[in-house]
């Protein structure tokens, strides 16, 4: 399977939507970042194996024992991705924030010594660049430390060096991205596994964005470099049936209680008594989802099969295009790096607004005008994106007050758009086309403000959905 064989092998990518005034058009999907459509082959390999599906562990019939050889297959096949050995345990989770939450809830801090003296609590460290999804969980865990950003949105490594050697002794964990859903920064992870292990920390990547766009090997553990934790979302990389994974260092997941217990879990129980199951099965409440885990493994056999270099080239070379398009129109500014000679060091992740334009007004004219799904706001990125849009502490707080009274309309933020290796250069064509038309002002809708949810629709424009699907 080639890259441009699997490109035609996208589910839904011939869809027309309708636009405001009543044409209809094929969609474009330029938000990636937040799920990926799936793939025929894909779907294909669900639907054969729903024939045989059945409950894993435990059940003798042969439907039964084949879902459980499936599910364990699955399980070899997406470790190895990762480069994941017998070290480390492959836990399946609903997605990465729930894998984050997982290890947030069992991580055992060596150094920690009296919760609640501020002094004496572990640190975490992490990033003003995370996605929330990798800061609020840590909150609970010890003192979260921010390695502070340059001003162009990457993560400052000096900083990071000097805030290791500061807290030295009592950083039992790093938690840090591997790629921005913002900016599309990829952040050097191994040189991060380097220094948090010279520090006797372990290091934890959020490799939501990276893993569909560059290959993971998270290492020997012995390795220097190596990454004691990995959490990625199947959504994200083209296998959207509800699957994420946490790639674990055994050791902490292998003592105490479970986060969920109940069936699954043990392997005896009295009314006083549980004894744990191995891993990962003690770390896998209840039945867990067998054909989300089928559809990531064939995912991965695919991107096997095409290669990450075609994936990268394909995306590098659209993530150029586009900057070398958006560069040309005066009126947008660019969020991060801009140059389209270093697409290649970078996701086909692109933060932008329209200069005095409302990022969720463009974002809504995008979608009814021009068929064209976007993202905006602040992309669960709080503290990042308002680095990178320079809103002071005050502006925060005046915000706040706004968003606290139901008010949503000022919410700082961006628009996104973010590509798959699926995407081609008409289709950036066709949203310059749409991007310069509404910076003309020559949009035909006239748009109202939800305030309470901070979004626009345009007046007297309803969809009847079920005539696109129904149940
Ligand atoms: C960098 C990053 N981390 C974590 C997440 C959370 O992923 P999920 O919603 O699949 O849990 C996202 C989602 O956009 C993300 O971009």
Redesign the pocket.
Known sequence: MTLEELQKHVVGLNEKVTLLDGSRTKYINFDN???TPTLMPVMDKVNEFCKWYSNVHRGTGFKSQLSSWVFEEARNIIGRFVGADASSAVIFC???????NKLAWRFQCPMIKAVGKEAEKPVILTSVM?????ELPWRKVGKVVHVAINADGTVNSSDFYKKIDQHKGKICLVAI?????VTGYINPIHEYARKAHEAGAQIAI?A??LAPHRPINIRPKKHPEHIDYL???A??IYAPYGI?VLVADRSVFEHGDPDYVGGGTVDIVDLENAYWKDLPEREEAGTPDIVGVVALAKVIMLIEQVGFDSIIEHEAKLTAYALEKLNAIPEIVIYGDKDPKTARNRLGVISLNVRDMDHALVSAILSYEGGIGVRNGC???HPYVKCLLGVTPEQAKEVEKHILARDRSTIPGTFRISFGLYNTKQEIDEFCKVLRKIIKKEYIGKYLLDKERGEYYPEGFQVDFSKFFTF
């Open positions: 970042a937040a799920s609903k997605n990465t924030t729930e894998a984050i995370e996605h929330h999804s990798n991205s591997g790629a921005s859903n959020d939501a964005q959490a990625f979302s959504h994200k994420g992309f669960c990125a």
